[in-house]
């Protein structure tokens, strides 16, 4: 059975929004063994969502149409599906009595454009929507299966797990399991290189699929075949242990954790803490490592030390260094990582400093160039990058690499004791 996911919103087809929801779709089918053969994104107008969904309707046994349910004149997707399969809209009265009730709950008044809502497919099932207004429709046309679901996130994944995974149950082609092993440090071009020996042992029920991104590599394993899932887990295990043995010195993720809470969770368990001082990166260091819940526990401060004047009056750097070296230099970050540590307490100060551009380069500091250092008891380490791509790459990779230096110490110390 092929499946399609469609996405409903022109704000999907601007740089302004993402559409997350399909990724969050398509890990749930992979999970039970099921594979997206199409993803389509279309806009709210009529004809073109019309067009859409005849396509996918002749192509896919299952679409899961996701958007376009609300209360507002360009939602259209229930009377869009109701005209192609040449059905009625037929008003629901309980769903309007829930509707009432959610508003009255809340102390609103309910409005007549949410009497839109309250129309079902004839012969469709609703699905209840407890975290909005807009229920989903589970709709049977012969053998095809259409899920009309809400777009907001915090609507559409409880609903997808509750009453679209529950349908779909025993439907998948035996067992899928993945493992995600991501690295930082290495090159795209490296990491295939060192992998090339590991290709000739991939068994046909797995696939091997590498991602790259700024400063960020992952592998993909991805088994499909036959159970139980010991004898998949086994298969996944040897081809780890074969990537491990290519590149292990640049793997900081062998379950898919992002760096940032990879490096938290090794500071929590060791008992230490850490404080940023950050010129270039603007707090972004600070931001990604209070991503984690829990991060108060191991993260002090971050000071944003954009301008000199700010690294002399809050971090103690000597304006003499300053004038003598440049704020971007090895000597200024040593100050930066030193001053921080020492004002703030911490185990450990990170500091960066750099030029992300689009200006300010010049023949001996170029844009892209980021001095990083971390100052531990008893020691200072600074390196210099010069990173390329546009402004937010040159700062994602320097927090990337600062959080890489850190991480590449903590698993040196000793696991605290419970």
Known sequence: MKIEIVAVGSELLTPDFQDT??????????????DVAFKTIVGDDARDLARVLRTALGRAGLVLCMGGLGPTEDDRTRETLAGLLGRKLVFDTAIRREIRGRFRRHGWPMTASNLKQCYV??????????????????????RRRVALLPGPPREIRPM?????????AGLGRGLMSRRVIRLAGLGESAMETRLKPVYALVPPEVSVTTLAASGDLSIRLTYKGPGPAEAAAAVLDRLERAVVRRVGPWIYSRDGSDLADVVGAALESRGLTVACAESCTGGLLGHRLTGRPGSSAYFL??????????????LAVRPGLIARHGAVSAPVARAMALGIRKSSGADFGLAVTGIAGPGGGTPAKPVGLVYIALARPGRVEVERRIFSGGRDNVKFQSSQKALAMLRNILIKLPVKAL
């Open 21 to 34: 929801n399909s990724l969050f779709l398509t890990a749930g089918l992979n999970a039970i063994g099921l």
């Open 121 to 142: 497919i004839e012969g469709a099932e609703v699905l209840p929507n407890p975290n909005g207004t807009a229920p989903g429709l589970w709709v049977a046309d012969g």
């Open 160 to 168: 997808f797990e509750d009453h679209i995974l529950p349908r779909l």
């Open 301 to 314: 401060e971050s000071a944003v030390v954009y301008a000199n004047e700010a690294k002399v009056r809050r």
